[in-house]
């Protein structure tokens, strides 16, 4: 007897899934581009020191975020964090002035938002528990 899980679970994954996507796709840049990326950081007006320090915690913040709202059992947590880095980013970077980024940047803040608010805080969706209660019911008959 298959028990398929609930098509809200798995809905909610992938999107979850989508919307980190974008964050993991701005890492490679980060790294392979660190110094030019930190140097913008400074000319918008941040302490050169303090640039390099904030550009590691924006990759750390943005790989935990991702890989907690994809894969933690505490969703809320990685899209809290990864609210953590847009919205200052969208302040600091595409708000003055206001570019096509900015837009993606809302529908991104408003996404995480609904992720918090909305989320079913499931990690990945297990289908090999499915499988294994299944068999195990066939077991007992």
Known sequence: MFHPLAPSKVLDFLGRLCLAAVFVNALPGKFS????????????????PLAG?????AIVILIAGSLLLVF?????LGASLLLVFLVPTTLIFHTFPIDASFFMNLALIG???????RSTGAAVPNFRD???????????R
């Open 111 to 117: 996404a995480l938002i609904l992720a918090i608010t």
């Open 72 to 76: 933690g059992t505490n969703t809320r």
């Open 33 to 48: 581009n660190f110094s030019a990326t930190a140097a913008s950081i400074t000319a918008k007006g941040v302490a050169e």
């Open 53 to 57: 320090a904030l550009l590691v915690a």
């Open 130 to 140: 499915v499988r294994v209660r299944d068999g195990m019911r066939a077991l007992r």
